[in-house]
């Protein structure tokens, strides 16, 4: 079993950066692929970013697309979210999640961390 814990995510000025990392506890990090979801007020929870066990394959949401980057480092258990040029229409919780897909679709996601909090101000 792996636990998730998200982290790095906070308020920022339109235009600004932040960096979310999910640590993962547990000795089969490195078999799961692991995505960023996100879950505006209101709103149903959605895709943002994947990444495979290997890390050699990534896939975005149009609306990450050149302006988000997901990587991971097995050796620290860790997959983080290089958030750039954040806009308000990207406040949401931030949620990692493990699968054994590297897929798009939340249900295909077996673990899930708690969410961290992202708010981008204009």
């Known amino acids: 079993q792996v636990l998730l814990v998200e982290s790095g995510g906070g308020l920022v000025q339109a235009g600004g950066s932040l960096r979310l990392s999910c640590a993962a506890s547990?000795?089969?990090?490195?078999?799961?692929?692991m995505g960023w979801f996100r879950q505006a007020p209101g709103k149903e929870r959605e895709f943002v970013a994947t990444?495979?066990?290997?890390?050699?394959?990534?896939y975005y949401a149009d609306s990450a697309k050149g302006r988000f980057i997901i990587s991971r480092d097995n050796a620290k258990n860790t997959v983080y979210l290089q958030m750039n040029s954040l806009k308000p229409e990207d406040t949401a919780v931030y949620y990692c999640?493990?699968?054994?897909?590297?897929?798009?679709?939340?249900?295909?996601?077996?673990?899930w961390g708690q969410g961290t909090q992202v708010t981008v101000s204009s």
């Open positions: 990444i495979s066990y290997s890390g050699s394959r990534t």
């Open positions: 547990g000795r089969t990090f490195s078999a799961y692929a």
């Open positions: 999640a493990a699968s054994r897909f590297t897929d798009q679709v939340p249900s295909r996601y077996d673990l």
